[in-house]
């Protein structure tokens, strides 16, 4: 057992070893305990070695204080013992054990003088020093001189003093094979018993914070990082930990451990002969009452990657990284919470440095995660876990898996098959939704993918599009213009035309009147029938509509302006609110119309980006019938590239964030109140096609990161369960014929705006 032997047995051996001594002194002398003189010098020196020796004080490692303790009084008995009338012999052989002693004595106070020095060169001296008195300075070196000197000097006429005097110097200043012999026999018995003997890794040094343990290793002892071991402390019961990593050095190699709270090994292993305040090896498999939770983290030291730290806070971890510095943004971790394995998702960190053991100062990674919960299978949803870790508790990686494809699933969890799902469509458009990014990071195929979510749950969605992506890209789902009359009466009030009707009532003139009144028609007679084809494309910036700001006298001319894309937008925002109002309210959380703004900051700007008052009043109507429009099932999907330049009346009303690579600042602090300061620091670094996740639509309550779908596993999966809808003849809702209070309808009072 590498010389480490539980206190208990230290004492028997210590009583064997006296009786021997005391054999040894009646064989040699005729006396069981030999008089205070020269004939029984060696008997004290002997007895004293194996008291504070090997047996009670010092049976594990030498320090340089230890050795002080040892040479200084061997050094003090010499000099009280010499005597002129030695023969040279002798008092070559007291020289010899006189400078023994105070080379040791001196070479102590100067390891303990230099050993905290800032230049290498002499804390390389300082080391050596201390390895070299390490060995040459434990009490069975120093008390083997003086015991041989005594047998020289005052044995050496009789031949039978000097055999029975050296036996017992082998039997327990030099060797002790009673230990060994008593060692053994434990141990042949333990491997006949249950096959199996744990190694011990050192000895504990130090408890340097709760359930953190420093340990020394033992000499030509490598504790493998992660790796199962038993504590062994004699003032409380035996207890479990892990294995850590290297944190310095102070008379021998400095290693943690930590232990996992409540967990005991098996009651069988009680009176297994391990030292105290020792550290070993552990099977994992021996301890009693083990959770399936626990036993997979014990089982997978690789994925070891910390332990909770200070400033832990309900739904934020702070850890310590060790272990091999492979995790990233965004990868997910876990440790337990009152025996359950939460999952957190990590968002930054920072570099720290924290005192080890006496003045060893340790370089450690401070690493933050937001909580995320308990992945419950049977719902495929993450369940929010109440408290917080223990402080020290292990940290593991969550295993990487390749995902399995969900076609109710909007992402998944980087490196993981933990599924991102909406909770509900209708919540995410009733309660409005941004996607905030960067050109071409993959805005576009979200918003895609989340249209044909809507559109599969029956609720009709008009787009304000200037890129013209969307009628091509979702065509199968597009309202078909081309031979609708409405349509067609819409594009005939189109057209320059329109500068030449002119009106004493200035907003009589122009041709927005007539504009106006068409787009109410189709976007009325849109929600209010079925066609099976849900989604009205509109290209805001391609109708050419004249509005008189100049009054008209009878002759001659007034000033006219052409309605920009901005104006456009709320005209048609304005008449979906006013066809959901003409069916009534809806029950709470059900969503009847999404309006889903393309290039939100040039549809719906913010008005210091705006230079016309036309705009202005624009972006105030398209928010006021965004801000109405919930009760009648109203809601919007803005998807912009600067949340600087989109109306903060809308944005603020954003319920549901997809926030992905974003680089202003502007953008980052107004995202940080929505999803924390961390997250918002990650977003410059984010991937294509990854976002954070957050608000009203999400089924975890806190800001994640996910990796979005990609388009075609999408298209794949959720056409299979949804297929594209074929067209059906357009027949009047019953609903838009019911007066509303016939409806039953609960209605939610409450109009934020």
Request: net charge negative; hydrophobic share 40%; glycine share 6%.
């Amino acid at each position: 057992m590498d010389g480490l032997v539980n206190q208990r047995t230290r004492v028997l051996i210590l009583i064997i070893e006296i009786s021997l001594i005391l054999l040894m002194s009646y064989l040699a002398l005729n006396q069981i305990i030999p008089p205070a003189t020269d004939k029984g010098y060696w008997f004290y020196t002997a007895l004293f070695t194996i008291i504070v020796g090997d047996r009670l004080l010092t049976p594990f490692f030498i320090k340089p204080i230890d050795v002080i303790a040892y040479s200084a009084p061997a050094l003090i008995a010499l000099i009280y013992l010499w005597s002129s009338n030695w023969v040279p012999t002798e008092q070559i052989f007291f020289g010899f054990c006189f400078i023994y002693c105070a080379s040791l004595l001196l070479a102590s106070f100067v390891q303990i003088i230099t050993k905290d020095s800032q230049t290498d060169s002499v804390k390389h001296f300082s080391e050596s020093v201390r390895v070299t008195i390490g060995s040459l300075g434990h009490p069975q070196a120093i008390y083997s001189v003086i015991m041989w000197f005594f047998i020289y000097t005052y044995h050496r006429q009789s031949a039978t003093e000097v055999f029975w005097i050296a036996i017992a110097w082998a039997l327990t200043v030099a060797t002790s094979p009673i230990e060994h012999l008593i060692k053994s026999g434990k141990r042949i018995y333990w491997i006949w018993k249950d096959g199996d003997v744990e190694q011990i890794y050192g000895q504990i040094v130090a408890f340097q914070k709760p359930n953190v343990i420093l340990f020394r290793e033992a000499p030509g002892r490598e504790t493998p990082f992660g790796a199962t071991v038993l504590i062994k402390d004699s003032t409380t019961k035996d207890k479990i930990g892990i294995a850590l990593d290297y944190v310095g050095r102070d008379e021998g190699i400095l290693r943690r451990c930590v232990e996992i709270d409540g967990l005991t090994p098996a009651a069988k292993l009680s009176s297994y002969p391990l030292p105290d305040q020792s550290i070993s090896s552990y099977n994992h498999e021996n301890i009693d009452s083990l959770p399936k939770e626990t036993t997979e983290m014990l089982g997978n030291a690789p994925l070891l990657k910390g332990i909770v730290g200070t400033n832990t806070t309900l739904n934020r971890l702070v850890f310590e990284e060790i272990g091999d510095r492979t995790i990233e943004e965004g990868q997910l971790v876990k440790t337990l919470i009152y025996g359950r394995p939460v999952i957190y998702q990590i968002v930054g960190g920072k570099t720290d440095e924290e005192q080890v053991y006496k003045k060893n100062m340790n370089g450690i990674t401070k690493v933050e995660a937001q909580k995320i919960g308990q992945w419950i299978p049977e719902r495929k949803h993450f369940e929010l876990v109440k408290w917080l870790p223990q402080l020290n508790s292990p940290v593991f990686a969550v295993e990487e898996e390749q995902p399995e494809r969900d076609p109710e699933a909007i992402g998944y969890f980087p490196r993981s098959n933990y599924a991102a799902h909406i909770k509900s469509v209708h919540e995410l458009v009733t309660h409005n939704a941004a996607i905030i990014g960067i050109l071409g990071i993959g805005k576009s195929s979200l918003s895609f993918e989340l249209i044909e979510r809507m559109l599969s749950q029956g609720i009709k969605v008009i787009c304000m599009d200037l890129t013209d992506e969307y009628a091509e890209i979702l065509k199968d789902f597009c309202h078909v213009t081309s031979n609708d009359q409405l349509y067609l009466d819409l594009i005939s009030t189109t057209g320059a035309k329109g500068k030449e009707n002119l009106n004493a009532i200035p907003e009589q003139g122009g041709n927005r009147p007539e504009f106006s009144e068409a787009v109410e028609k189709l976007v009325q007679n849109f929600i209010h029938n079925h066609s099976g084809k849900n989604l009205l494309v509109f290209n805001p910036s391609q109708y050419e509509v004249w509005r008189q700001y100049g009054q008209y006298f009878g002759k001659g001319g007034a000033a006219m302006a052409s309605l920009s894309a901005t104006e456009i937008t709320s005209i048609f925002t304005e008449a979906a609110l006013k066809a959901c109002q003409g069916l009534g309210k809806v029950e709470v959380g059900k969503a009847r119309v999404c309006v889903v703004y393309e290039e939100a900051h040039s549809l719906i700007p913010e008005w210091n980006t705006v230079v016309s008052d036309g705009d202005k009043s624009a972006t105030n109507a398209t928010a006021r019938a965004i801000l109405q429009g919930r009760k009648f099932g109203l809601g919007c999907l803005v998807i912009s590239q600067r949340t600087a330049n989109v109306t903060k009346t809308i944005l603020n009303q954003c319920n549901t964030i997809f926030a992905m690579r974003t680089f202003d600042d502007t953008g980052k602090d107004f995202l940080a109140n929505y999803i924390g300061s961390e997250y918002a620091d990650s977003l410059p670094n984010l991937q294509e096609r990854h976002a954070v996740f957050f608000g009203k639509a999400s089924k975890c309550e806190n800001p994640i990161m996910i990796r979005l779908n990609d388009r075609e596993h999408f298209l794949k999966l959720f056409r299979e369960k949804f297929p594209i809808p074929q067209p059906q003849a357009q027949v009047p809702s019953i609903e838009s014929f019911e007066p509303e209070f016939e409806r039953g309808v609960d209605f939610e009072d409450d109009i934020p705006y």
